[in-house]
């Protein structure tokens, strides 16, 4: 099992940042694709962003490219969201999610994610 941890939400002022911060752990979990989506009020969930393990593939939705960027860090099990130019549209529960292991690319798909982070709550005040 893996068990996904996020952190950093919070209250921001629109146009300010902040980094989301998601900590793995787990004995299965190794080099696994992770990915960001998030949950407004009403919405579905969206697909933010995902990463390889080895960065070699990086892929935005068009709704944050350019103004979101995500990375990891593979000795802290951690994966981050930079999240920069915020608008009060971004307001949503952010949730990270992990393929299995032995997928090897990243993915928009929501089906594609095996683990779920309990989710952290983002607001962006105007």
């Known amino acids: 099992q893996v068990q996904l941890d996020e952190s950093g939400g919070g209250l921001v002022q629109a146009g300010g940042s902040m980094r989301l911060s998601c900590r793995a752990s787990g004995r299965t979990f190794s080099n696994n694709p992770m990915g960001w989506f998030r949950q407004a009020p009403g919405k579905e969930l969206e697909f933010l962003a995902a990463i390889t393990y080895s960065d070699n593939s990086i892929y935005y939705a068009d709704s944050v490219k350019g103004r979101f960027t995500v990375s990891r860090d593979n000795a802290k099990n951690t994966v981050y969201l930079q999240m920069n130019s915020l608008k009060t549209e971004d307001t949503a529960i952010y949730y990270c999610?992990?393929?299995?292991?032995?997928?090897?690319?990243?993915?928009?798909?929501?089906?594609?994610?095996?683990?779920w982070g309990q989710g952290t709550q983002v607001t962006v005040s105007s």
């Open positions: 999610a992990a393929r299995p292991s032995w997928a090897a690319r990243t993915s928009s798909s929501i089906g594609d994610y095996a683990y």
